[in-house]
């Protein structure tokens, strides 16, 4: 298995690997993930396994320490010299799931944001993940402020 970057050409596996792993309400569509990969690509790591993509993790750079409902929306907020790598989505299709895929996904993004300076990472989840980020060095900052997809989020921290 391979870990890449993406591009305009992995809309279509995008879209349907987001389709898999989030309720409608939650998931990104094709129109939000195509002005995500237009806007920052680079902060797409997607793992092939041959041409099947197994997952991917994504999210904007951004100087507000907070990850709030309108970056999921809005693309052009991203600022690729801020000081926060957000993440807005860990997608692991069904089959490639407790083989260690996500967290492959996570350690590059966390490794490329240290590599570039960044202050740290930052994601939201559901509770009931709470210990699987945990487990990856995120501190749990309580329950945030979003109501993406109507549903309660825990905003997590990883500093460096």
Known sequence: MEIRKGTARDLEALAYVEGECFPPAEAAGKAALAARLAAFADHFYLLWDGDTLAGFVNGMVSDSADLLDEMYAAASLHDESGAWQMIFGLDVIAPYRRRGCAERLMRALIEDAR????????????????HYYARLGFADEGVCASQHGGVQWHQMRLTF
């Open 115 to 130: 590599g570039q300076g960044r202050r740290g990472v930052v994601l939201t989840c559901k509770p009931h993940m709470l």
